[in-house]
Structure formats: C-alpha cells, structure tokens
C-alpha cells in the first residue's frame, strides 16, 4: 500500500510493530469537536447519512457475489471506527442481523451512540447492539468461528489511519472464514483533492474543514495489492470494489470505474478453510 511502503519508503514487516495503536489524538480530537451533531441529518454528518443506504446495498452485492452461498444464519457485524452509530443502528435493525459490535477510540462520540440507540426499545434487546470505547488493537481476538465476525466494516476510516497496513492486519483475525471486510474510503488523486479537500472543505463547506488528509488516501488498487498479499484471504472473486460519486440536490450514487478517482467501496472475503 503506498500510504505505508512509498511514503515511509519501509517495507510492511519494517513498520508492522511499530505501534500499538492506531488511534490518532488529533483525529479524535476532530471528532469529539463534533459529536453533538452526529445524528444532525441536515448537520457537519450529513454525507454520511446520505451515504448510508448505499452501505448496506454494497454488503448485499458482497455477500451475493461469492461463488458459495451467503449464509444462511443471522450475520454478526463488527463496526470498527462506529462513530455516532449512523451504520451501526441501521444494521442491528435489519431482520437478517444476529448482533452489532460497535467500537470507537472517541468516548464523546460513542456516547452520543449509546444515548442515541436508548431512543430505540428494539436496540436495547440482550445483544442487539454493543457499544465498546476501544481501539481494534485493544479488542480481545476471536479465538473460534462462533466468536468471529461475518462483516467487519471500516466505513470512513482507513483515511484518518496514520500507518493503515498494521491497522488492516489487526483487522483480520476478527472475521470468519468466508466473512468479509466492507470499507469505504478515497482514493489518492488531484481530482479526490479538488472534490474533498478544495470544494468540499474550503468553498462549500459541507465537511468541516481539517476532516481529510489528502496524503492519508488510499488508491484502490494499493488496497486491493495488500489483501491480495495476505494468505487466506482474496482467493479468485473474492475482491469487490466500486466507486461512489456525489452530486448535489442528487446525492450519492455508486459509479462503476469511480474507484480509481475518488470516494469508493472496497469489500474483501476471507477464503473458507
């Protein structure tokens, strides 16, 4: 992934123990800053509840696209970097959800979740919907299938991850053989630059400005090279990714070749064992 070799001109192996978390002070400074707002339709999150349909529409692709039937049973999420819990609601309200763990290294957001999903009686059921203030490097990892996870979502995450190779590799042992990881990010180019940070941030200011990291993007193929580098994991059919555009007054839609140019989904499937 250039993000971690070619900026840092290391290797992977070189800058795996690095460090011991990936939480980064001034990313969750930034979200503190707006947690009173998160559940704000109209507010600084706004794209984000817009965007969020989408979500659950490219999970189903995912999940229909491998060559062995999607399961059967009631799936089990992992929302890492949940924020206010815009995904991680939606989720756990679907018929075909057993449980939703939402994690967060932001207290004050993942509070504005909690009190949030209180609103609800059908998120209070034993399971439902969890909610822990931990980074993924301080999760317990699954020792068994039954504890292991049939989605891990990384949605508008990777691109606030200062060295996102060890934040993915602490990712992987939490998903099930024949589970997925379901991301969105951006990828790295002058017309990301234009659209997120120029327009976005500086002209319109329908994302608060400082959100985004121009260097912290990841291009699609980067992400696609390091999964397919990881044993057991990418096996033929086992990688999905498009683009997601958005239009003002229209909102977002996902545009096949969008990935390579801006705001996409990227979705990888752990090979059954």
């Known amino acids: 992934m250039r993000a971690v070799v070619i900026r840092s001109r290391r290797t992977l192996q070189q800058i795996r123990y690095q460090s011991t978390t990936s939480v980064n002070p001034t990313e969750v400074s930034h979200f503190n800053a707006l947690a009173s707002t998160w559940w704000d339709p109209h507010g600084p999150s706004r794209l984000l509840h817009l965007m969020n349909p989408l979500r659950h529409d490219f999970i189903s692709a995912c999940l229909s696209s491998q060559a062995t039937p999607a399961p059967s049973y009631k799936l089990r999420y992992l ?6 819990g815009i995904f991680a609601e939606s989720a756990a309200r679907l018929p075909s959800t057993a449980t939703v763990m939402g994690i967060d290294p932001s207290e004050n957001v993942l509070n504005v979740a909690k009190v949030h999903a209180q609103q609800d009686p059908f998120l209070q059921e034993p399971g439902r919907l969890q909610y822990l203030n931990k980074s993924i490097e301080d999760l317990p990892t699954s020792k068994s299938g039954m504890e292991q996870y049939d989605v891990l979502t990384l949605f508008e995450v990777i691109e606030h991850i200062t060295e996102p190779a060890p934040f993915l590799t602490s990712c ?37 400005r400082g959100t985004h990291d121009w260097d912290k993007y990841i ?11 990881q044993r057991g994991w990418a ?32 979705g990888v499937r752990k090979d059954v064992e």
């Open 79 to 84: 929302d890492v970097g949940c924020g206010g």
């Open 235 to 266: 096996s033929p059919g086992g990688i999905k990714a498009i683009g997601c555009v958005y239009a003002p007054g229209l909102g977002w839609n996902m545009v096949a070749g969008g990935e390579q140019w801006g705001n996409y989904f990227f």
């Open 219 to 229: 291009n699609e193929a980067e992400m696609r090279s390091f999964f397919l580098q």
């Open 172 to 208: 992987l042992p939490f998903v099930k053989p024949g589970g997925w990881i379901v991301l969105s990010t951006i990828a790295r180019t002058w017309t990301s630059w234009l659209t997120t940070k120029l327009i976005a941030e500086e002209i319109a200011g329908i994302v608060p």
